[in-house]
């Protein structure tokens, strides 16, 4: 409710935008850029996978979350959408149709000074849009990242900007609603759906799968933790991940974190979802 109270809030600056922020979510544009879709659930290693794929050399990204398909406020001046300056996202917002229109205007207008590069867009409460990217986009290719839900919710609960965390019957109805998105496209030929504990336990092997996948072959730099830990994030206790080689020290933590209470009711939640990817709900 509080996240929803700001999203309100930010609208209310611009009344005049009311109208046009609601059309602008029922778009006719079908875009053929073929980007990069890096999407999951709160705390399931999006940022993570997302460093590691704009190290190649034909892909680039972003630090900041677009939100573009949330209920945000397109003109909203204290948004930095695409980590634009506001003259640059200004221009772009008035020759844009939709929001569709508008992501495919700004990943070109990013291109520029990236030539010949790929854009990666990582916003992971995408995956609740996951059909309708799916529909609009269908030159790109989407990165789904799956993690054990009970992982992810030990690891938000302590995560100041992270809304569903405020109860584990929000988080586990949440993480339900995302994976059921992920299931339902899972045998897409452009989805690709890769587990956190596979990807911490061999790095190498799941990366070099998930690269052929989009085409692309995997680069030394893709694995040096050096790269990653000069993102500004990697300072923050929720990124200090990034700092590091990747490991699986974090697998399965909710078994000394939670309560057998705890995960009985997160699995009356999110029971099926866990059982589909392959995750022990005993």
Known sequence: MKNAFYILLSHLKTPHYIFKNIMWRFPKTISDEKVIFVLGTPRSGTTLLQKILEAHSKLFSIHSETAIFSFQNFWDSKRRLFDMDTKESSMILKKSIDNVDFFQNAVRH????????????????????????????PKAKFVHIVRDGRDCYCSARNHPWIPQSRSLQTFGKFYARCLSQGINAYDH?????????????????????LMSGLELTLEDAQLDASLRSKDNRANLEQFKKLNGQI????????????????????????????????????
């Not at 995408?126 to 609009?136: E, N």
């Not at 030929?189 to 799968?209: H, Q």
Request: aromatic share 14%; hydrophobic share 35%; charged share 25%.
């Open 247 to 282: 490991d699986s020290s974090s697998v399965e933590r909710w078994r000394n974190e939670l309560s057998s209470k705890e995960i009985e009711e997160f699995n009356s939640y999110a029971g099926d979802q866990l059982a589909f990817y392959g995750y022990s709900v005993d």
């Open 110 to 137: 990013l291109g520029k000074s990236n030539p010949g590069m790929i854009f990666i867009e990582k916003t992971p409460q995408h995956i609740k849009y996951l059909d309708f990217l799916i529909a609009h986009f």
């Open 189 to 209: 030929p452009n989805v690709f759906t890769i587990k956190y504990e596979d990807l911490v336990a061999d790095p190498k092997i799941e990366l070099s799968k």
